[in-house]
């Protein structure tokens, strides 16, 4: 991992993550829409090592994720929120450990850049179709 991760007291995972989308893959899932307890998540892979991957999660209402998938709002706009959970995950996608953290917290190269809307071809994916 980077080492300009600004991290402390980690704590055991919580809850239970169902995999809803994946908006973005390359080598891998990069952007994700996660689900648990009733409440939809935006996860985007922010760094790896050799031993886990580190993704930034942030809830997201169902406006959010419409105005995503639209290409009107940005992924570092839907991850910025006041607390962030910053997950680490190994190769199955199993959570080893959490932070939570504020958006002061992190450096500009864990968040997504600022004009990261998604690709066009995700875009056009999820237009509603013609009548």
Not at 57 to 66: C, D, G, L
């Amino acid at each position: 991992m980077r080492s300009t991760w600004n991290l402390s007291n980690p704590s055991s995972p919580t809850g239970s993550w169902t995999e809803r989308e994946v908006l973005l893959a390359f080598n891998g899932p990069q952007l994700v829409v996660l689900e648990s307890d009733g409440k939809l998540y935006l996860s985007v892979a922010s760094d790896a090592d050799e031993t886990a991957t580190r993704w930034l999660r942030s809830p997201i209402t169902p406006a959010e994720f419409n105005a995503l998938v639209s290409g009107t709002t940005t992924v570092r706009d839907c991850i910025l929120k006041p607390e962030i959970l910053v997950v680490d995950t190994d190769a199955d996608g199993h959570s080893l450990k959490e932070f939570r953290v504020a958006p002061g917290d992190l450096s500009e190269d864990d968040l997504p850049a600022s004009d990261s809307v998604l690709p066009d071809d995700v875009v056009a994916m999820h237009e509603a179709p013609a009548r």
